[in-house]
Every structure is written in structure tokens, then in C-alpha cells.
């Protein structure tokens, strides 16, 4: 029986980081599995019948601010420069979110300078003195006119809980703008892999020492392997058999469709906040930078409550049924919790690579995570 250093369960970013670090920096023997039949996690795509590149598992758009992240990734792909713009479907008009000085302007037609979009949201937010929920977040920055038309009920589809049910680091995430800045994010970094996210993960376990199990579930098979640790990227209430009750997630429902036409909308990502059972359209060509004179591929995305673990609900009892978990978790002798579902967390895919470079420094003894990123870590 073939013995490995390491098992890590899940091919996503947090498994395929951990296994390429310590495959390629720290000589160890690797085994990644998943229950999936390809790597990539939820950031896999591929080329469709069309021949266009669409991501499987909905629009994933890299940004980052730490440049850590971004120099390690630039290790397996080069890079296209994109910047995210999403248009929200508001009473007949497209416009920009975050709001931003258009989107007030166009939406009531005024004609708010910065400074006065400023004394606006002033006026028509509604003071909070204690902010706990994601509705106190918004209508304390923008007022309630705009917290329903752009958000209570797009949190209601998306999360199947008003905003005022959600913990606020949910619309903390949106920032408010005064100016015409309508880009999605602000981060220094934003670019997407240039030849897809496939690629980039297909180069990143490329390595002797990494062995991959796809098709496979780890609990079907873990009394067969042979492995002195395990690192696991799966849900941190299925590894112990759901014994406090099952960890509540969002999950999604994806409808792909190939149009024959150049384009369908003028930006990646459009929003439905209040019409449809969908909460946006993706339309991928705007992120890939591909070109299709006659077809363009869309995704119309349903938030469900069962399905795939995607987006871990941030509500406080679920945070205490996470803590009971938690509390196992840090019991355990050689065996490693880390990315969204093994943490719990919402995380991005940035934040997702840097703990699992953050927890390979910690297993090496690095002193930085330049270091890790780097590939400078001295041999001990």
C-alpha cells in the first residue's frame, strides 16, 4: 500500500495550494481527493459544446489586495487584467452596485455632485447606534429607499433570510461610493487567470509527488489509505458525522444557456433584485476575454437550501453550532481544517489561499507568508 505524508481532502484552493507547497517546497508525499470528478473546487470551468469558456459553478473574479496571494498564483498562470463592473435591474433601469454617484442620480434623476450625494445619504440614513445586521449596515449609510430596492430582497433570495436576519458582514462586504467609481472591487490586484482557472490549478498539482483521487469520496475510502496527516477542505460538520446537528449553507442552482448573439448585456454580471426567481445573470465572455462573433454563453443563478454547500449562513446560532465544531476540530491529533467549508467562513478565494499558506508556514516554522509564498523556506 502506497503511504503518503499527507492526505488533504478537496482539490479546491485551500487543498491544491497546501499540496503544491508541500509537494514542491517541502519534498513531502501527497494525496489530494475529491468527490468531484475534476479539480478546481468551485472555480473549475471548461470549454462547453460551443466552445466557449464558461465556469461551471458560477462567475469567480480574482481580486486581492496582498500581493503574497497574487505572486503565488502568478507561479501558474499568466494573467488578464479585468475589472469587475456588476449593473443591478431597478425599475426598468440598469444601474451600477455598489451604488455609486450614478446609480443615485439616474435611479431619481438628480444631479448630485460627490459632495452632495454625501449631505444626500446623510439625510436619508438612518442612524444605528449598535450595528449587528447586514439592514443595519445599509440603511445606516444609504437610507431605506435604496436598502429595498437594491437589497432586501435580492438578501432574501440569495441567503432565504432578510438582511436583518444576517449577520452584517454580509453587506459590509458592498462599499457605498460617493463618486463614479462603479467598479465592483477596489482591490490593487484584479486580473483573471489568462487562460482560465482550470489551467492555473492543472499546473499547480502537476508535480511527482502529488497524487490525485478525483470521483472519490474520502469517507467511502479512508480505512484503505495509508497517510501520517490529513489535511480536510470538506465540510467541518460531515468529517464528525453531523454528531451536533448539520451546519446550515446556501446552496445554488445554475442554468446554463448559449445564445446566438455576440453579446446579451453590457457588463458580467447583471443583478435582479426584485423580479425573477434569479438573482443575476452571468454572461462569461466580458471575464474571459474571449471572442465569438455569433454565441455567447449566460448563467441564470437560483439561490436553494439544498444542494452543494456553497456560502455558509453568517447568523449567530449557526456561529455557535460552528464553535461545538470547532471545539472537536482543535482536538484533533494531525488532521488540519482549513478553506470556506472547513472553517465556516465566507471567505474569498484570496483569503481561502492565504490560510493555506498561512497553516503551510505554521507546518514548515516560516516566518512569513512572503516567505511560504516565495518558496524561500529553509530545510530543517
Not at 444631479?111 to 450595528?131: A, M, Q, R, W
Request: proline letters at 6%; aromatic letters at 14%.
Amino acid at each position: 500500500m502506497q503511504h503518503y505524508d499527507f492526505a488533504i481532502v478537496g482539490a479546491g484552493y485551500a487543498g491544491s495550494v497546501l499540496a503544491e507547497r508541500l509537494a514542491s517546497q517541502s519534498g513531502k508525499k501527497v494525496l489530494v481527493l475529491d468527490k468531484r470528478p475534476h479539480i478546481g473546487g468551485n472555480a473549475y470551468d471548461y470549454y462547453n459544446e460551443d466552445g466557449i469558456l464558461i465556469h461551471l459553478y458560477g462567475p469567480h473574479i480574482f481580486h486581492t489586495n496582498s500581493p503574497e496571494v497574487f505572486g503565488y498564483l502568478s507561479n501558474f498562470t499568466e494573467w488578464r487584467p479585468y475589472e469587475h463592473r456588476v449593473l443591478a435591474s431597478v425599475e426598468g433601469q440598469l444601474l451600477p452596485i455598489p451604488i455609486n454617484l450614478d446609480t443615485v442620480n439616474k435611479l431619481y434623476g438628480k444631479n448630485f455632485t460627490s459632495e452632495e450625494l454625501g449631505e444626500y445619504f446623510k439625510t436619508v440614513g438612518e442612524p444605528v447606534e449598535d450595528i449587528k445586521t447586514s439592514e443595519d449596515v445599509v440603511v445606516s449609510q444609504v437610507g431605506r429607499d435604496l436598502y429595498e430596492k437594491f437589497f432586501k430582497f435580492y438578501t432574501k433570495k440569495q441567503w432565504g433570510v432578510y438582511p436583518s436576519e444576517l449577520d452584517k458582514s454580509v453587506t459590509s462586504r458592498i462599499p457605498t461610493r460617493t463618486n463614479q467609481d462603479d467598479r465592483y472591487f477596489s482591490d490593487e490586484f484584479q486580473s483573471m487567470p489568462l487562460h482560465g482557472f482550470t489551467k492555473m490549478f492543472e499546473k499547480m498539482v502537476d508535480h511527482p509527488n502529488i497524487t490525485l483521487m478525483l470521483g472519490t469520496d474520502f469517507k467511502e475510502v479512508k480505512e484503505t489509505l495509508s497517510y501520517d496527516q490529513l489535511i480536510y477542505t470538506g465540510p467541518v460538520d460531515e468529517y464528525f458525522d453531523h454528531c451536533f446537528g448539520k451546519l446550515p449553507y446556501r446552496s445554488l442552482h445554475f442554468e446554463h444557456k448559449t445564445l446566438n448573439e455576440e453579446w446579451h448585456q453590457p457588463v458580467a454580471v447583471v443583478n435582479y433584485p426584485n423580479d425573477n426567481a434569479y438573482t443575476r445573470i452571468t454572461e462569461y465572455k466580458h471575464l474571459t476575454g474571449q471572442e465569438h462573433p455569433t454565441k455567447t454563453s449566460i448563467t441564470f443563478e437560483y439561490p436553494q437550501s439544498e444542494g452543494d454547500p456553497y456560502y455558509p449562513v453568517p447568523m449567530p446560532e449557526n456561529a455557535e453550532l460552528y464553535r461545538k465544531y470547532k471545539q472537536l476540530a482543535d482536538q484533533q491529533q494531525n488532521v488540519y481544517f482549513v478553506g470556506r467549508l472547513g472553517t465556516y467562513r465566507y471567505y474569498n478565494m484570496d483569503q481561502v489561499v492565504a490560510q493555506a499558506l498561512t497553516l503551510y508556514k505554521k507546518l514548515v516554522g516560516a516566518d512569513s507568508l512572503a516567505e511560504v509564498a516565495a518558496g524561500k523556506v529553509p530545510t530543517k
